[in-house]
């Protein structure tokens, strides 16, 4: 039997397991397991003696396991996995799907304390067993470390600001709910752009938390190795931050900086990119608005 949680549509569902490719024999990873969209879609797909290994961090998405005998949910980061696939036997794979970001399901609880719609307490965790959590960033970090958090994860030109007016109110009392903070920042919020800014601040934090650009980096940097010759990456990103290091990935296989050339200018890198930049149709944002700000990009192992 398959129990399933509230779970929105997946995003991309098609696209995303078209750019694959799928051998119905073949070995595939989905490291963003959430609802079980993308991997009901990709288990369609395989034949008899095809393989599916899922990773979710968050326990809640335990509960939406898929009862097949070609599939297994590995309740860990996808920053572990070349690790956790090796447990498994498995050290090279025809394909990786990833829809980065946070589910829909957790955006839907209250507690979670993910949604600027709802009055929480400051968590933020995907991996509900990390310390870190949206009050120690909120109420330990220093002014000069809010900034940064701000200003890089958030992209916020008055992060120097913000850094400093949470500095200064929580030498009085600590911040403890979503409610809280948006009072301390209510001066950047102003009231045609509230939610705008306010995403903006939720952005940063949760990234910070959960360490996002450098689980990301971390992950990638073991793509290239995990792939058979021809084997597909397919990822789904939802903010620059995220989209721009996916593509200097597939272009340069680096973050920053160009690889290096031979004398001709030349440069080898391990993977190439299949078409072009895919985002959501009108009619996919109509019915799902989480869909609005996806991108995604399809790469090959040369």
């Known amino acids: 039997m398959m129990m399933t949680m509230e779970y929105h549509n997946p995003v991309l569902l098609k696209e995303t397991v078209d750019g694959l490719n799928i051998k119905p024999d073949g070995v595939y990873v989905d490291v963003t397991f959430g609802g079980g969209g993308h991997s009901k879609e990709i288990l369609k797909r395989l034949g008899d003696n095809g393989k599916l290994f899922a990773f979710d961090q968050d326990e809640d998405a335990l509960k939406n396991t898929i009862n097949d005998a070609r599939f297994t949910l590995i309740n860990e980061n996808f920053r572990y996995v070349k690790r956790f696939l090796r447990l498994y036997g498995v050290r090279q794979v025809d394909g990786i799907l990833a829809d980065f970001g946070v589910s829909s399901h957790q955006f839907d609880i209250p507690e979670r304390g993910f949604s600027t719609r709802f009055e929480a307490n400051l968590d933020m965790r995907m991996n509900q067993r990390n310390k870190l959590s949206a009050f120690h960033v909120v109420n330990e970090y220093d002014e000069e470390q809010l900034r940064q958090v701000f200003a890089q994860y958030g992209e916020l030109r008055s992060a120097p600001a913000m850094a400093r007016l949470i500095a200064a109110y929580r030498q009085t009392e600590p911040i403890v709910t979503s409610e809280q903070l948006k009072l301390v920042l209510k001066k950047f919020l102003p009231p045609r752009h509230e939610n705008k800014v306010l995403a903006q601040i939720y952005q940063a934090i949760r990234i910070e938390v ?93």
């Open 210 to 302: 959960n360490q996002e650009i450098e689980v990301l980096k971390e992950f990638l940097l073991q793509t290239p190795e995990l792939l058979v010759k021809g084997g597909r990456l397919s990822f789904i990103s939802y903010h620059s931050l995220e989209d721009r290091l996916v593509k200097r990935f597939i272009r340069n296989g680096m973050f920053e900086g160009e690889p290096e050339r031979d004398v001709f200018g030349n440069f080898e890198v391990p993977l190439r990119k299949v078409g072009g930049l895919i985002t959501p149709s009108k009619e996919e944002v109509k019915i799902n608005n989480r869909a609005r700000s996806a991108k995604l990009r399809i790469a090959e192992k040369l």
